[in-house]
């Protein structure tokens, strides 16, 4: 009988249940950064038109390509913490590239983005999963000042 006739369908609670679809409340993903994504302060070398500066997910190391120089202090990798089911499959998914934006107007790009996860990331049993992320920043120009810009990071179950 169909729940028209006031009767929950048996076949369909049969069917929910033999692909894993159990009618229980699903906790809803959270994600909170942890740590900034922050390249310190380089500047082009003099003579030079464009750079590259990397940061590596994995170790939180810079690396800077031929025409940018390190004027000091500490770059970092950016870490995140996501929250929700105890041990489900999840998955990360970052931009292609953003826009960054200096208050004077200025904008470079930050391309290649990336996290440390493996191919299937899960939580854990406690329901968390810590990750970091990197990427690479074009400079082009003669542009100066603080940039800034989000990185919007989507998580969803598997």
Do not use: H, W
């Amino acid at each position: 009988m169909s729940a028209a006739y006031g009767r929950d369908c048996l076949t369909c609670a049969e069917a929910r249940s033999d692909l894993g679809l159990a009618q229980r409340p699903e906790i809803p993903l959270k994600i909170d950064v942890t740590a900034q994504l922050n390249f310190s302060r380089i500047a082009l070398a003099n003579g030079r038109k464009d750079g590259q500066a990397k940061i590596n997910p994995q170790s939180g190391a810079i690396e800077l390509q031929e025409g940018l120089i390190d004027l000091g202090g500490y770059s970092v990798a950016g870490t995140a913490i996501i929250r929700g089911e105890p041990g489900r499959q999840i998955r990360v998914d970052m931009p292609a590239s953003i826009r960054l934006r200096s208050a004077a107007g200025g904008n470079i790009e930050l391309t290649a983005l990336r996290t440390n996860l493996g191919a299937a990331p899960r939580l854990d049993a406690g329901g968390t999963l810590t990750f970091s992320f990197g990427g690479a920043l074009t400079v082009k120009g003669d542009l100066s000042g603080k940039f800034r810009g989000r990185i919007p990071i989507t998580v969803q179950y598997e």
